[in-house]
Nanobody, 115 residues
Framework: VQLVESGGGLVQSGGSLRLSCAAS????????MNWYRQAPGKERESVAS????????NYADSVKGRFTISRDNYKNTVYLQMNSLKIEDTGVYYC?????????WGQGTQVTVSS
């Protein structure tokens, strides 16, 4: 399993970013996909998840109405559209999936929101 995130960067408060996670090594369309983030000095937290077909999504309360998770099962890619970014959204963002009894993470992509 390989998960490769991209799309992070530096953005001003109120701005937008779109993260991507390219997946390989497993049947992508059959598994839930998740986005997590880890802020400096804090534990990794769940941000959003999406069902295999994309019909069901869940979000952390802190990002509801601002972030949108989506997936393209033809491209084996999951996305996280982040709008109205806040300083507290700063952190390393990871995509992840649970496959064959273990959890897999990508290397993460840094998102920094400035005032």
């Amino acid at each position: 399993v390989q998960l490769v995130e991209s799309g992070g960067g530096l953005v001003q408060s109120g701005g937008s970013l779109r993260l991507s996670c390219a997946a390989s090594g497993f049947t992508f369309s059959a598994y839930d996909m998740n986005w997590y983030r880890q802020a400096p000095g804090k534990e990794r937290e769940s941000v959003a998840s999406i069902s295999p077909g994309g019909g069901s999504t869940n979000y952390a309360d802190s990002v509801k109405g601002r972030f949108t998770i989506s997936r393209d099962n033809y491209k084996n890619t999951v996305y996280l559209q982040m709008n109205s970014l806040k300083i507290e959204d700063t952190g390393v963002y990871y995509c992840g999936t649970y496959w064959k009894k273990r959890y897999y993470w990508g290397q993460g992509t840094q998102v920094t929101v400035s005032s």
